[in-house]
Structure formats: structure tokens, C-alpha cells
């Protein structure tokens, strides 16, 4: 399939979408604490998403080929679960750490984000994984510009990531995005600068990272959705949606309560 640009109009749908999903995390946060469980989270983004935004929840039912449908609303992470993990009624424990990622459908356009909470008191270990992946990931969004290409923004995840002794997960990557959940291109967190496909303005995609404080190998639980560390190490992932500007990028997942980028993209001392 070839990689659809957009247009302005189509921008302005994504940006909608993109805040919405942002404010759906936002609405999350204070529920995100010690013994409650993935299932009641799930039920609040539900009603949220149709109730309060006339929106669709994605992952409801999604169901890509040799995938059983998925049954929840949002995916929920916790601890060595890499990604796609399945709400239930486990209470979340003082010191987990908890990836919830969220796709809202908008007047038909997909805004897709997904951010790490720690539960409670996290360890020092847990929270300096989320903080190095949230980094890895702007490392990632400030590779994009016109002319750039899909190598330069997995080389600069993967430099620094492993540069902090972390792996990076090869199976899963970021993707294209648009009226479609996902489209091309393909977004690799991991590569050589200069190769894959030049960025043009137009282009819209998610940078999502998952990063491993072990090894880089993943096996799937029996759900058939579950993605886990071989070696049962934590991993985390931060994603945002961005599109290529005329002049770099715009990211479209920000809501008023987005974690704000980090002091190297905003040039704080």
C-alpha cells in the first residue's frame, strides 16, 4: 500500500482525534493508583470515548488477520508486559508501572497515543526506564523533517537507548495513520540513518518505542494479544502521533495535560 499524505483538512481531523485520545490519558491519571484494576480503567476511557467525546474506541473488536478480536477498549501494560495487554480485574500493585495506550476514533480519523504511569512509589530502576524511553522517543520526533528519512528516527532511538544499557524491541513498531489505524509507512525504532523512506510534509505517524531494561526478546501469552519480556525484565513505551510539517513536525497526541517535552526539544537549561 502506498503512504497516503494529508491534507490540510485531514490535519485538522487528526489533530482532533490525536487531543482526544491525549485527554482520555489525562482523564485516566488519578485513577492510575494502587488497587484498582485495569478493568475499571477500561471502563472509564470506554464511557469517556462514546459518552462525553461522540467518539469510537479502536482496539474494541479490532481484529487484524490470525488476530482474535480484542476485547477491551484500551490496552493496559503492566511491568514485563511489552505491549497489547488485556484489562482485567488484577488490582494494580504499589511500584507497578503501567503502559496505557489509547486510539480514539474521531468523524472517522484515528488519534493514537500511549503513556507509562508509575504506581504508587516506584522503584528507581522502574522510573528511570520510563523516563529513558519517554526520551527515546523524542529522540525519535526530533529526527522528523522534510527530507529526513525512517532510518534517521530509529537510529536516534536506538543509539540512545542502548547508550543507557537498554534493548529495544525489533517485532513492534510505529506506523502510519490515518482514516486507517494502521497504514504505511512502517516506523522502525531501530536502524541506520539515511535509509527507508524520505519524510515529505503530509506524512502522519506514530514514534512508539518499547524498550526493555533486559534483553530484547518477547514471546505472546495463549490471549493471543499479550506481548511479554522473555526474560521477564520491565519494559516501557511512550507514543505519540506526529505529521511532517513544511518545516519538521507537528505532534498531534497533546492535550493540557501532556507530560511537556524534555529540555533538549524545548531548549531549557
Not at 488484577?90 to 474521531?106: Q, R
Amino acid at each position: 500500500m502506498p503512504i497516503t499524505l494529508k491534507t490540510a483538512a485531514d490535519i485538522e481531523g487528526m489533530r482532533i482525534a490525536g487531543r482526544l485520545a491525549s485527554e482520555v490519558l489525562d482523564m485516566l491519571t488519578p485513577h492510575v493508583k494502587p488497587g484498582v484494576t485495569t478493568d475499571q480503567l477500561d471502563k472509564l476511557a470506554h464511557d469517556h470515548i462514546v459518552n462525553v467525546q461522540g467518539g469510537i474506541p479502536a482496539p474494541l473488536n479490532y481484529q487484524p488477520p490470525g488476530y482474535i478480536p480484542y476485547p477491551k477498549s484500551i490496552c493496559t501494560s503492566i511491568n514485563h508486559q511489552v505491549c497489547h495487554g488485556i484489562p482485567n480485574e488484577k488490582p494494580l500493585k504499589n511500584g507497578d508501572i503501567v503502559n496505557i495506550d489509547v486510539t480514539v476514533i474521531k468523524d472517522g480519523w484515528h488519534g493514537d497515543t500511549s503513556r507509562m504511569f508509575v504506581v504508587g512509589e516506584g522503584s528507581i530502576a522502574a522510573k528511570r526506564l520510563c523516563a529513558i524511553t519517554y526520551d527515546a522517543m523524542w529522540k525519535g520526533i526530533a529526527k522528523v523533517k522534510p527530507g529526513a528519512r525512517l532510518g534517521d528516527i530509529g537510529h536516534a532511538i536506538q543509539t540512545f537507548a542502548e547508550a543507557q544499557g537498554f534493548s529495544i524491541v525489533r517485532e513492534f513498531c510505529g506506523h502510519g495513520i490515518g482514516n486507517k489505524f494502521h497504514e504505511e509507512p512502517q516506523v522502525l525504532h531501530y536502524g541506520r540513518p539515511g535509509t527507508l523512506e524520505e519524510l515529505v510534509p503530509g506524512m502522519i505517524f506514530t514514534i512508539e518505542p518499547m524498550i526493555n531494561a533486559g534483553r530484547r526478546e518477547i514471546r505472546e501469552l495463549g490471549d493471543g494479544w499479550t506481548i511479554v519480556t522473555k526474560d521477564r525484565s520491565l519494559s516501557a513505551q511512550w507514543e505519540h502521533t506526529v505529521v511532517v510539517t513544511e518545516t519538521g513536525y507537528e505532534v498531534l497526541t497533546v492535550s493540557a495535560g501532556s507530560p511537556p517535552p524534555p529540555a533538549f526539544i524545548t531548549g531549557a537549561a
